[in-house]
């Protein structure tokens, strides 16, 4: 039993420590997932053509809009030195919704050997990304290309559903 107790309290420390390393807008955006509340996190970036092929025609605007209870947190990422992207997320219907928040991550290299391959200690591969939390915890991560906004909004309904059964 006391290996058992030992082990949890090991692995508990190692991930604080390695919650304690995260850079700014990681701790930002695990504050943000924190409360009991739906959040969907989105990485992207402004010359990405999947990116914008989501964005085009206002979907991500109305899906935003539509789901008022869900927090939305668009994280720039790789964005090759181009901003933040705001001005096109403005073009495209996104900024001003009171549940959307914009960040970026400070390093915007898209070379292999330089750019942020995680975030919040979790993989980040490719981008577009999409994860969806439930009181901080990741329930669902679409970590590969273009969003079915069908089948994100029934992922938000099932993050909703009664996990503890």
Not at 23 to 51: G, I, M, R, Y
């Amino acid at each position: 039993m006391k290996r058992l107790v030992w082990l949890a309290v090991y692995f508990g420390s190692l991930v604080l420590s390695r919650a304690a390393e995260w850079l700014p807008v990681e701790k930002q955006v695990a504050e943000a997932v924190a409360p009991d509340q739906t959040s969907v996190v989105h990485f992207w970036a402004p010359w990405c053509p999947n990116c914008n092929a989501e964005l085009s025609n206002e979907t991500w605007a109305k899906f935003i809009s539509a789901n008022p209870n869900v927090k939305f947190i668009f994280v720039t990422v790789w964005s090759r030195d181009q901003g933040d992207g705001r001005a096109l997320l403005a073009k495209n219907g996104i900024a001003k919704q009171k549940n959307f928040r914009l960040v970026m991550h400070p390093n915007t290299s898209t070379r292999v050997d330089e750019k942020a391959t995680s975030f919040m200690g979790l993989p980040l591969t490719w981008i577009p990304a999409t994860w969806v939390f439930r009181s901080g915890k990741l329930r669902y991560a679409l970590n590969y290309g273009e969003l079915r906004f069908p089948v994100l909004q029934q992922l938000l309904k099932d993050t909703e559903e009664n996990w503890d059964r």
